[in-house]
């Protein structure tokens, strides 16, 4: 990558532990990859000590990354279940991810596709792990969901970066309430940085 471009990701895993480490290390080492839609499904199972065995435990990552363009108001998205979303002058909008994993498992390998964005320079993009929506409370104790998650982005995007931590976990305590955390919680919220 070029001193004109910059890029951004998170991912988060199917699996958990040990295996669960590797896939992330592998998700990192590969991201070049999939931004150019080129993931080598042996050379990915190999990296994540797997054969495609039957019985074998189907590790995967969901994944999204952003690659910036900083001489322009530009960038490229590739999304492995995980989208991205932009808060601009108080409205959300959301660039889709591919429906499918980076990893053997459940689909067979397809190019991840890439989105061309244009934005402007106030924008705030948010990429994230699902644990946030998928957390379960409230008064009928059942999941916060994607429709409730946009809304607290859409509100949050009106703070500075230390307001909008300050929100966010707040929202995340008060609807967790006394349940259990079920799953790890990512956001990172930024704005990319024009030369």
Known sequence: MGE??????TGT???????????YMASLRYAGMIQRS??????LMSALHQKGSPGEAPDAIDMSLCIFNQGSYELQFSGANRPLFIVSAGELREIKADKMP????????????NSIVRFDENDMFYLFSDGFPDQFGGPDNKKFKYNQFRNMLSEAG????????QFIGQVFEE???????VDD??????KPRIL
């Open 175 to 181: 609807w967790k309430g006394p349940t259990q955390q």
């Open 185 to 190: 919680v990512t956001i990172f919220g930024f």
């Open 158 to 165: 009106k703070y500075e970066a230390a307001g909008q931590k």
């Open 102 to 113: 980076i990893g053997p498992a459940p689909l067979m390998e397809e190019p991840f596709s």
């Open 38 to 43: 080129m993931l080598p499904l042996p050379a």
């Open 4 to 9: 004109d471009y910059s890029a951004e990701n």
């Open 13 to 23: 895993l199917t699996s958990e532990g040990e295996t669960g480490l590797r896939d």
